[in-house]
């Protein structure tokens, strides 16, 4: 039985409402697809609010950019991306924000028009290269050294780096994925929509209303409970008013990503840590409570759980990660052990601006033999931050980052 405190629906936020779309190569059949996905979005937004749940965004992600947008250079490319552009900025589109995403490239040729298109066209140019493994579970590195290079030439060439905010490498990761850049959508596959939570905000409401627990089993069975039941009481109302929502817009719901999704503007994952006993994030018991959290997310119930649907440790989307980098509390190793039993993989992870391609390379190859070899989505999305070297700090402006110390890659 959930308690009062808990069901407070301020505690959670629905980070987006994400259509999937599919554009042609026709530009005049664009404005239409975009707006009925962003009215639908718009008005489902709306439907939230009356039933008291705050939507921070909507989003729209379309089948892979080369399937419409002209690729042959990058003057034709971004000639097309104004379009799409000027569609977006349109007086008609909801008043709320809209990100968008122009879904996955397919070829390192199309990978490499994406540090010019993302310096251009930021937050409408989010997007994201899947990348397979071989027969002995060895990733493609030629595919994974076209990805770092973008990554090193993107960091180079937007303002503090921050435009790898709009890019990642995906391992091992399904199509409808609600949040950026990871997600992709399939032309073949029908349009569709999908929900994205913000709860830190939840769990740690949850965890203060429990009684202090000295036996460290019972303590882990009580915290696992009590979130648990917090989130599944909030996901089945959200899944009432979702199913519940007529619109003359044709559109499959797909699911929920049931992760916290941490910002700047919630509580921190480094607090949830501390309820659950880890003296601070990147202690011992990290790893432990790391799995609990996960299956937390993995228990929700009356919905197609889709995505990552686990733990998330983006380092400078959470203030309190972000905070604990200046204390030596974890590095790059640990994101990755924890990935073993969490969710994301290497997520807003600032590096050192000279790290070579290579070096990028071989992380995430890493990144991407875990994800393999365990079953799970995995990303990696790093930023090189010109002229630092780790241990300094970022000076990030975005409103969706915090400033955080350079990494360094081991």
């Not at 609010?49 to 089948?63: E, F, L, M, P």
């Not at 079953?375 to 002229?387: E, I, M, Q």
Request: aromatic share 8%.
């Amino acid at each position: 039985m959930v308690k009062e405190s808990p069901k407070n629906k301020d505690l959670c936020k629905i980070r987006t409402i994400t259509s999937f779309v599919t554009l042609g190569k026709e530009k005049s059949t664009w404005e239409e697809a975009i707006f009925k996905a962003a009215s639908f979005g718009g008005d489902l937004a709306n439907e939230f609010k009356a039933h008291g749940y705050h939507v921070q965004s909507i989003r729209i992600v379309t089948n892979p950019f080369g399937e419409y947008l002209h690729t042959s250079s990058y003057h034709a490319v971004l000639k097309d991306m104004q379009a799409l552009s000027t569609v977006l900025k349109s007086p008609s589109m909801p008043k709320i924000r809209i990100r968008f995403a122009i879904g996955e490239a397919k070829t390192e040729e199309e990978i490499a028009l994406l540090p010019e298109m993302i310096k251009a066209f930021g937050d409408i140019c989010n997007a994201c290269v899947n990348v397979s493994v071989d027969e002995l579970g060895v990733v493609d590195r030629d595919l994974t050294l076209c990805c770092a290079k973008a990554v090193e030439e993107i960091g180079r060439i937007t303002p503090r780096g921050e435009g790898n905010f709009n890019f990642t490498i995906n391992y091992n990761c399904k199509p409808h994925i609600p949040y950026f850049p990871a997600s992709y959508h399939n032309s073949h596959d029908e349009n569709c929509f999908a929900l994205g939570l913000e709860t830190p905000d939840l769990l740690v409401e949850a965890l203060k209303s429990l009684k202090e627990e000295k036996n460290h089993n019972l303590k882990m069975q009580k915290s696992y409970a009590i979130m648990r039941d917090a989130l599944q009481y909030h996901i089945t109302e959200i899944l009432d008013i979702a199913n519940g929502y007529a619109h003359p817009y044709k559109t499959n719901f797909a699911g929920i990503d049931t992760s916290a999704a941490p910002s700047k503007n919630c509580a921190s994952m480094v607090d949830v840590y501390k309820l659950l006993g880890v003296p601070f994030f990147g202690a011992a018991g990290t790893l432990e409570a790391s799995a609990l959290l996960t299956k937390v997310f993995k228990a929700q119930k009356g919905c197609e759980l889709i995505g990552f649907s686990g733990l998330m440790l983006a380092v400078v989307e959470d203030q309190g990660l972000a905070d604990a980098t200046t204390r030596n509390e974890f590095d790059i190793r640990a994101l990755l052990q924890y990935s073993a039993v969490c969710g994301i993989g290497l997520d807003t992870v600032p590096i050192e601006g000279d790290t070579s391609v290579e070096k990028i390379a071989a992380i995430c190859a890493d990144t991407g033999t875990l994800a393999y070899r365990l079953n799970k989505p995995l990303t990696v999305r790093l930023f090189p931050v010109p002229n630092l070297k780790a241990g300094d700090m970022t000076h990030f402006e975005s409103d969706d980052l915090c400033n955080s110390m350079v990494l360094r890659v081991p």
